[in-house]
């Protein structure tokens, strides 16, 4: 396993096209249909909300499992996965909520 199997992997998930079928992350300011083949948010990449009163579809829960995955697998080969991760996102898998303090967008509650 190489660091350009990682890059290609984080790159992979960062795809519009594939974002706009199963809605991973929150869309960049160009939207889904925007220019450019991958998803480039200024504040990096946040998943995108789920309805707590419907069941979330299963292919997106084994696709952010597979993340999850990549991302454990990549720090046991002593690699960073290149995926530009929005700091609340980092902040939300961390400690399972973001602070009071901050919100996505920049909002302070």
């Not at 869309?27 to 789920?50: C, E």
């Amino acid at each position: 396993v190489t660091a350009e199997f990682y890059s290609q992997l984080a790159l992979a998930l960062q795809e519009r096209e594939t974002n706009a079928a199963l809605r991973l992350w929150v869309p960049d300011a160009d939207g889904d249909d925007g220019s450019g083949a991958h998803l480039n948010p200024a504040a990096g990449l946040f998943p995108s909300p789920i309805d707590p009163a419907r069941p979330a579809p299963a292919p997106l829960l084994a696709r952010f499992a597979f993340v999850g995955r990549l991302m454990g697998k990549a720090l046991l080969d002593k690699y960073t996965l290149p995926l530009p991760l929005s700091e609340y996102a980092v902040a939300l898998a961390a400690h399972g909520r973001l602070g009071d303090d901050v919100a996505p967008g920049g909002a302070s509650g």
